[in-house]
């Protein structure tokens, strides 16, 4: 950040007074522009013995494929921001179940959190931001084009209880990948 957004005057990154980590502080306004996590919400959405997956048509991880999730939005909920994102990119109408997982992604600074859900009818299709929409079983999930790490976490677990018929809710950190050398 250069400018506040609030009077447009140049911002010095500086720990403010009583604070513990450096913010843009506007050295016009006095305004302190802080910047937090982002909220990333989505669904495990389940239809029979098979779940949805959306193949990307947006950067990053172009042309690979995820569960339908987004960045939530002010004025919403957590389950409100999983049912937006999972019509808007999948025209998936569903009801949302348990809360099922929640990663921290600390070097990103986003946090995943993803319902299991029910599809209510079949009729799917890509939205806007889709190049494809399926349902896939157990056998056909494309492991080597899951788009995150988060995802390729979330589906191993679920996989795993659906096998033991008990499913539990995962919290967890994904790690920075190492760099392969
Ligand atoms: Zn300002």
Redesign the pocket.
């Known amino acids: 950040m250069k400018f506040?957004?609030?009077?447009?005057?140049p911002?010095t990154l500086r720990v403010p007074p009583g604070d513990t980590l450096p913010r843009h502080v506007?050295?016009?306004?006095?305004?302190i522009h802080y910047q937090n996590p982002r909220m990333v919400v989505g669904c495990i959405v389940e239809w029979a013995d098979r779940i949805l997956l959306c193949k990307r048509g947006i950067e990053p991880r172009y042309g690979l494929w995820t569960v339908p999730a987004g960045f939530m939005e002010n004025g919403e909920t957590t389950f409100g921001g999983a049912v937006r994102e999972t019509l808007e990119e999948a025209n998936a109408r569903v009801e949302v179940g348990p809360l099922y997982a929640l990663y921290n992604i600390p070097h990103i600074n986003q946090v995943y959190i993803l319902f299991r859900a029910r599809l209510v009818d079949p009729d799917v299709s890509a939205g806007a931001e889709t190049l494809e929409v399926r349902l896939f079983t157990e056998a056909e999930i494309p492991w080597e084009e899951i788009a995150f790490a988060s995802i390729r976490h979330a589906l191993t677990h679920y996989y795993d209880d659906r096998r033991q018929g008990d499913y539990k809710f995962h919290m967890g950190t994904i790690e920075r990948a190492p760099v392969k050398s």
């Open positions: 506040c957004s609030e009077c447009g005057a911002v506007c050295d016009a306004c006095r305004a």
